[in-house]
């Protein structure tokens, strides 16, 4: 198995940053690819970006291309999640999910773990 512990959210205003973390223990060397996803209230979970482990290749959402950063350190088992120019349609629980294979990492079934979540809020 493999755990994941989110860190980094809270409240900004609009314009700011924030800069998520989520720490994978147990079972990492099984690792292919790490993902961040959102859910904000009455909607569905959407994905993020992801980042494949061994070839260091990131992928974004649309939404958030160009203002999101996605970033691993190898040696702490960590990815990270720089967050830029934050806009209020930001705001939502941000999830870690880690999966052992590359195909459907863009949906949420493309993953086998998942973190808590940690909140983000961008106020307007």
């Known amino acids: 198995q493999v755990q994941l512990v989110e860190s980094g959210g809270g409240l900004v205003q609009a314009g700011g940053s924030l800069r998520l973390s989520c720490a994978a223990s147990?079972?990492?060397?099984?690792?292919?690819?790490m993902g961040w996803f959102r859910q904000a209230p009455g909607k569905e979970r959407e994905f993020v970006s992801c980042v494949r482990w061994k070839y260091d290749a990131t992928y974004y959402a649309d939404s958030v291309k160009g203002r999101f950063t996605i970033s691993r350190d190898s040696a702490k088992n960590t990815v990270y999640l720089q967050m830029n120019s934050l806009k209020p349609e930001d705001t939502a629980v941000y999830y870690c999910a880690s999966a052992s294979s590359w195909g459907g990492v863009m949906t949420n079934g493309g993953y086998d773990y998942w973190g808590q979540g940690t909140q983000v809020t961008v106020s307007s």
């Open positions: 147990g079972r990492t060397s099984s690792i292919n690819t």
